[in-house]
């Protein structure tokens, strides 16, 4: 279970908002090129930090929001420094993704828990039940959509009839942003056969391009698992 104390559960509803729902498809694309993008970026998390530490109430927390602030400065460069030297393929991108994330998550834990460990981490106006809640919220929606097309875009190669090919843009992630948090919150209520009819629902809905696709069948199963996954990891995780 991830230590929990209020700060550092701050801390990561700071980071995957300014690393994800803040930032764009665009903004993530140019920022490994144009200086002006991570400028941007840079000065999307300075500005979450900063609103963060003022909700704690508590200026001695600063240098800590700062040396996260920096260290996200740090790795993003040297991400982008190696990126330069590096081919680019769908492994090679997805392999940076990945270190980048745990470098980040490591970054965090270890400034909040070890270096500064001394400080006060209490918001004792806000419960830590509901910053939990929040932080769950914030993962597993825009987190958890672009990771998945990060990790399994490979398997998205599947033909389907052009009757079928007509879907509202933007349907799919919402649709996976729903499943996921009905299922933190099922989870939550120990209504675990409540969990089993969502995605019993989310079947039927796309029952006639199962039967029609092989592929898009096994990539619709791998989405279903993986959002389960990252739905029970989260949570445990997080409570």
Known sequence: MMNNNEITLLLFIAHFLADYHLQSETLAMDKSSNYRSLAKHLGIHAIV????CLITLNV???SLFASVWLSHVIIDHIKIYLQARVQATLNTDKYFY?????????????????VFADLNHEITF???IYIQWLLLLVMVTKPANVTFKMLFSQYQNYEISPKQSTTV??????????????SAVFLSLNALSSIGLIYTAK???????IE????FAEYYLIGTLYSILFVLISYYLIF
Do not use: C
């Open 212 to 215: 029609e696709s092989q592929g």
């Open 49 to 52: 930090l900063l609103t963060a």
């Open 203 to 209: 079947s039927i809905a796309r029952f006639k391009l």
């Open 98 to 114: 990945i270190a980048d994330q745990i470098l980040h998550i490591v970054a965090i834990l270890y400034l909040s828990n070890v």
């Open 169 to 182: 843009a933007g349907a799919g992630a919402m649709i996976g942003n729903l499943e996921r948090i009905l």
């Open 126 to 128: 806000l419960p830590t």
């Open 60 to 62: 001695e927390l600063l």
